[in-house]
């Protein structure tokens, strides 16, 4: 069983960056898919961005495409998100999640494994 702790979120203006983490353990983090989720206030969670098993593969929302990057480090058990020229509308708790499935993971069901999540604030 896996465990999954996102860090660094926070409060910034709008036009500014944050990177959050995730930190794995419990399992062979190199054998997860990895995605961020993020659900605003009032909102359903929605997919942000994915990442296959040794990152060469990645997967964006619209949304945030060109904004946003993903990332793994394999030898340290952690998935990054590099959120650069944030917007209000990124305001949101970000989860982390891992599964274990063979493809790139772009819904809510293929992940088996879900962090607490990190708020994120975008002030305006």
């Known amino acids: 069983q896996v465990q999954l702790v996102e860090s660094g979120g926070g409060l910034v203006q709008a036009g500014g960056s944050l990177r959050l983490s995730c930190a794995a353990s419990?399992?062979?983090?190199?054998?997860?898919?990895m995605g961020w989720f993020r659900q605003a206030p009032g909102m359903e969670r929605e997919f942000v961005a994915a990442?296959?098993?040794?990152?060469?593969?990645?997967y964006y929302a619209d949304s945030v495409k060109g904004r946003f990057t993903i990332s793994r480090d394999n030898a340290k058990n952690t998935v990054f998100l590099q959120m650069n020229t944030l917007k209000p509308e990124d305001t949101a708790v970000y989860f982390c999640?891992?599964?274990?499935?063979?493809?790139?993971?772009?819904?809510?069901?293929?992940?088996?494994?879900w962090g607490q999540g990190t708020q994120v604030t975008v002030s305006s």
């Open positions: 990442i296959g098993w040794i990152g060469a593969n990645t």
């Open positions: 419990g399992g062979t983090f190199s054998r997860y898919g």
């Open positions: 999640a891992a599964h274990s499935r063979l493809y790139i993971g772009r819904r809510q069901d293929d992940y088996d494994h």
